[in-house]
């Protein structure tokens, strides 16, 4: 399993792919892969058995919980520590200041963000499509943090050429932060725009504080060997991104 590198030590984030060694085949499963996702008609057995495939390779890393949730595109944030909860989590975003501890957050183009505070002890994970960051996912999730972080990392998410989206996505970031104009060029089509989800979220991270902003150069749409892909295929998985302390 590959690890993101220039982030504090005992820190380990990354994503999975499409293609994983230990998948399972199923007859009642139509999608390819590596899937993580339980809401996009795959088998939940095949799903759950991916999962326990995952925290058992976390487990070398002494990884002994794996917090997931039902993802909503909303900016909802949870601290996550020690308390287990009845009831699946709702919302975006994840905190943790316990170790042993994987926040896991799902995409398939939306993109993911992994923060780490300066000394390696907080972390936390969100899911920001277009909706998100305009409503401030990133915001929350740093103000739920009991630290400012200050790496971040984006894991793979479609990029300008491939998200066209109408003027009015443009005018709901721009109207909050209106530098983010350099983030949108003219589409095809009149009124339509090709947003840049890495660059609003460089944006804002830098905004608050963050100084070592890594990752935000692959491309899930294109990348059609490695990532799944809403836009590409409707019909299709969800890779996963992951951060825990050792």
């Known amino acids: 399993m590959d690890f993101v590198k220039g982030l504090p030590t005992g820190v380990y984030v990354g994503q999975t792919r499409i293609q994983h060694p230990k998948a399972i085949q199923s007859p009642l499963s139509e999608l390819e892969g590596f899937n993580l996702a339980l809401h996009v008609n795959d088998d939940p057995f095949r799903v759950q058995q991916h999962r326990m495939i995952l925290l058992d390779e976390f487990s070398q890393y002494g990884v002994n919980k794996m917090t997931w949730m039902t993802q909503t595109h909303s900016t909802i944030c949870h601290t996550v520590n020690d308390a287990m909860t009845m009831n699946a989590l709702t919302g975006d975003g994840l905190v943790t200041q316990s170790k042993k501890h994987a926040l896991m ?5 939306c993109l993911p963000v992994v923060l780490v505070n300066r000394t390696g002890t907080e972390v936390a994970n969100l899911h920001a499509g277009w909706r998100g960051l305009a409503d401030g996912i ?9 630290s400012g972080p200050a790496y971040a990392w984006l894991g793979a998410a479609i990029s300008q050429p491939c998200f066209e989206v109408g003027e009015e996505v443009k005018q709901t970031f721009c109207a909050k932060y209106p530098e983010l104009d350099t983030a949108f060029e003219q589409g095809k089509q009149f009124g339509k725009f090709q947003a840049d989800l890495y660059l609003i979220a460089t944006y804002i991270l830098q905004l608050h504080g963050v100084e070592t902003i890594l990752g935000g150069d692959q491309c899930s749409y294109r990348q059609d060997k490695d990532y799944y892909s809403y836009r590409r295929h409707a019909k299709t998985g969800r890779m996963a991104t992951f951060v825990f302390m050792q």
Do not use: K
């Open 105 to 109: 957050m799902m995409t398939a183009d």
């Open 138 to 146: 990133i915001e929350n999730t740093i103000e739920a943090m009991h």
